[in-house]
């Protein structure tokens, strides 16, 4: 048998076709020593991401003759169980990966999902898993409960995907359902509120406090839009800037809304409170969302006492997928096609992580649902 040498090797790995997302890391993120894993894509940064090709050690390891699943599902909220649910029902096989990080975490109740108003969203979560396993058990298949992916590898025609736990496995395409997290202000009484009176959607959450108090709170431009999607629920409305207001907080506001003032000072008389937010405080022991109060101290003057705060929060990739992999992005989202495939050929990008324009569990559910078609069609 002749045996090639490392500079053969090397000639015959970058001889291969390669494929239009080999600009992402190929770096090998697990380290294999015979019985035992040593993860190192903790510390993986966008700029540690040079293509080695001395790292695959055979072809094989390039280009898989056989494949252990189909698909594999990053993340296992609504659009990670409807893109399961979807490649089962065409018998492609799909592992999902779900790392427990949800960004409804904190929230009560789901709401404005047709069968669903009202339920808690684990029992949401579990329902849909289970009835996936009962009907479609050789297709639909889980990582171990709380197993983070920790790396993504392009191959020729697939991608090999490593996890927390030592694991690794290939597949022919990728759907990341990973989500977004919201960056909630670091002040007193804020993380506790989120999500069990502090919301941001009014669709979601606004009906709980119909003919009640409500302060809303965030830039001028933002704060007006909420107030008047709220004002058919309510009119006790109350508007906190962040500060003193400034030329170009006026100006924003007018762009978006001409004749603001007028119309929130004197048709509606929602008044408008330069000041901060120092901290919020609940005044109730109950958690149910008719007994939420809360009193929201200001920087300056008195507190207000209020049911509900909408409040206007910036939002981050939950995962770092998307650094690692080089994905292009359109601001903090990941930017898709219209099948919501990425900037990497086979990996596509579902749900509140995505660009198009929308964030709820329908938007992650039809997504998930469009990427899972489309994954379908491209298989060989």
Same mark, same amino acid.
């Given at each position: 048998m002749?045996q090639?040498g490392?500079s053969?090797?090397?000639?015959?790995?970058? &001889?291969?076709?390669?494929?239009?997302s080999?600009?992402v890391?190929q770096?090998?993120?697990?380290?294999?020593?015979? /019985?035992?894993?040593?993860?190192?894509?903790?510390n993986?940064?966008?700029?540690? !991401?040079? $293509?080695?090709?001395?790292?695959?050690t055979?072809?094989?390891?390039?280009?898989?003759?056989?494949? /252990?699943?189909d698909?594999?599902?990053?993340?296992?909220g609504?659009?990670?169980? @409807? #893109? &399961?649910?979807?490649?089962?029902?065409?018998a492609?096989t799909?592992?999902?990966?779900d790392?427990q990080?949800?960004?409804n975490?904190?929230?009560?109740? =789901?709401h404005?999902?047709?069968?669903?108003?009202?339920?808690?969203?684990?029992?949401?979560?579990s329902?849909v898993?289970?009835?996936?396993?009962?009907?479609?058990?050789?297709?639909?298949y889980w990582?171990?409960?709380?197993?983070?992916?920790?790396?993504?590898?392009?191959?020729?025609?697939?991608?090999?995907?490593?996890?927390?736990k030592?694991?690794?496995?290939? #597949?022919?395409?990728?759907?990341?359902?990973?989500?977004i997290?919201? =960056?909630?202000?670091?002040?007193?009484?804020?993380?506790?509120a989120f999500?069990?009176?502090?919301f941001?959607?009014?669709?979601?959450?606004?009906h709980?406090?119909?003919?009640?108090k409500? !302060?809303?709170?965030g830039?001028?431009?933002? @704060?007006i839009?909420?107030a008047?999607?709220?004002r058919?629920?309510?009119t006790?409305i109350?508007?906190v800037?962040?500060?003193? $207001?400034?030329?170009?907080?006026?100006? @924003?506001a007018?762009?978006?809304w001409?004749g603001?003032?007028?119309?929130?000072k004197?048709t509606y008389?929602?008044?408008?409170?330069?000041?901060?937010? @120092?901290r919020?405080?609940?005044t109730?022991a109950?958690m149910?969302?008719k007994?939420?109060?809360?009193?929201?101290?200001?920087?300056g003057?008195?507190?207000?006492?209020t049911?509900?705060?909408?409040?206007?929060?910036?939002?981050?990739q939950?995962?770092?997928?998307?650094?690692?992999?080089?994905l292009? =992005?359109?601001g903090n989202?990941?930017?898709?096609?219209?099948? =919501?495939?990425?900037?990497v050929?086979g $990996?596509?990008?579902?749900?509140d992580?995505n660009?198009?324009?929308s964030t709820n569990a329908y938007h992650?559910?039809?997504?998930?649902k469009?990427?899972a078609?489309?994954?379908h069609?491209?298989?060989?």
């Amino acid at each position: 048998m002749v045996q090639l040498g490392s500079s053969v090797w090397r000639f015959c790995l970058l &001889s291969l076709p390669l494929a239009s997302s080999l600009f992402v890391p190929q770096r090998p993120l697990v380290k294999e020593h015979e /019985d035992d894993f040593t993860t190192i894509t903790q510390n993986l940064v966008s700029d540690d !991401v040079e $293509l080695n090709i001395t790292d695959y050690t055979s072809l094989d390891e390039w280009n898989p003759t056989n494949w /252990d699943y189909d698909v594999v599902i990053v993340g296992g909220g609504p659009g990670g169980l @409807a #893109a &399961s649910m979807s490649l089962a029902r065409v018998a492609r096989t799909s592992l999902l990966y779900d790392s427990q990080e949800y960004r409804n975490d904190r929230t009560r109740y =789901m709401h404005d999902v047709l069968g669903q108003d009202g339920q808690v969203p684990l029992k949401f979560r579990s329902a849909v898993r289970q009835q996936i396993e009962e009907l479609y058990p050789d297709y639909s298949y889980w990582a171990t409960r709380k197993t983070k992916v920790t790396g993504i590898v392009p191959l020729e025609k697939g991608f090999r995907v490593y996890d927390d736990k030592g694991g690794k496995v290939t #597949a022919k395409r990728v759907i990341m359902a990973t989500g977004i997290k919201d =960056m909630v202000p670091d002040k007193p009484g804020f993380a506790e509120a989120f999500g069990r009176g502090m919301f941001w959607c009014p669709w979601c959450d606004g009906h709980d406090y119909k003919n009640r108090k409500l !302060v809303v709170y965030g830039k001028l431009a933002s @704060a007006i839009g909420s107030a008047l999607n709220m004002r058919k629920l309510t009119t006790d409305i109350t508007i906190v800037t962040g500060g003193a $207001l400034t030329k170009e907080d006026k100006e @924003a506001a007018e762009a978006r809304w001409p004749g603001w003032e007028t119309t929130i000072k004197n048709t509606y008389k929602i008044p408008i409170r330069e000041s901060d937010i @120092a901290r919020v405080e609940r005044t109730t022991a109950n958690m149910e969302p008719k007994d939420d109060e809360y009193r929201v101290h200001l920087n300056g003057g008195n507190p207000l006492v209020t049911n509900g705060i909408i409040i206007h929060v910036s939002t981050a990739q939950t995962s770092s997928l998307h650094r690692q992999l080089r994905l292009e =992005m359109d601001g903090n989202s990941v930017k898709v096609k219209s099948n =919501m495939e990425s900037s990497v050929n086979g $990996l596509y990008v579902v749900g509140d992580a995505n660009n198009d324009g929308s964030t709820n569990a329908y938007h992650a559910m039809w997504s998930a649902k469009r990427a899972a078609v489309h994954a379908h069609g491209k298989h060989s």
